[in-house]
């Protein structure tokens, strides 16, 4: 976006880095609104490959600051975690899809991403299922992890059918993809908190950390709650990013 006639905006959100700041112009957006981030604290943020340190101003135009704000306060609240934010008029019910499947003729047009984290059980099935229904005209996901639990979290499954996508996963090592080349490798662990898997092999590699709604200590209905707020995210970011390398 040019930077004529933004002198207006107006801040609305000061986001904790370049991810936090994607996102919520994601979820903005998704509402239409019209979203610009502050390129003089941008320009101090680390690329997703880095890291996501410093803040970054989110701006709308003065017409939308009090919508904006009221949906970013209805959002902090929990307001959203059953919506679906980011929506494509095509998106169909994929079947979940086999390491062995990903050379079939139908596939082969579509580009591959693979999606990492340590166990393969919450966020990298979540990312997996939203690409595969989301993105399933130019993308086809794949997940793994570097220490497979041998199942899929039955809070992640249950959000993701909550969200009306088919999705009969399996947690799995990345072992089974070791003669498999991808276009994107994206690992989706807290990097805070976590040691992400490395990827040494062929494919573009990117972070876009998200924390682990598995670790939360709570009742059911708070876990929940976590896997809801962090499934929602993942639908606002993920989709919107894997647009940049579509082409």
Known sequence: MANEGLDSYVTVYSAHGRLDAETIKAFLEAQGISVYIDQDTLGLIYSFTV?????????????????????????????????????????????????????????????????????NSARSQMAEAIVNNDCWDKWVAFSAGTEPTGMVNPFAQKVIEEAGIFHQGRSKSVDEFSNDTFDLVVTVCDRANETCPVWLKQGEKIHLGFEDPAAVVGSDEQKLAVFRKTFALMRATIPSLLTKYAA
Do not use: Q, Y
């Open 51 to 119: 890291g996501d340190l410093g803040e970054v101003g989110i701006k709308v135009p003065p017409e939308d600051a009090d919508k904006a704000k009221a949906l970013l306060a209805a959002m902090d609240k929990g307001d959203f975690s059953n919506e679906i934010l980011v929506e494509d008029e095509n998106a169909t019910n994929a079947p979940h899809i086999e390491p062995s499947d990903a050379e079939d003729d139908e596939l082969k047009g579509r580009k591959k991403v693979l999606f990492l984290c340590t166990g």
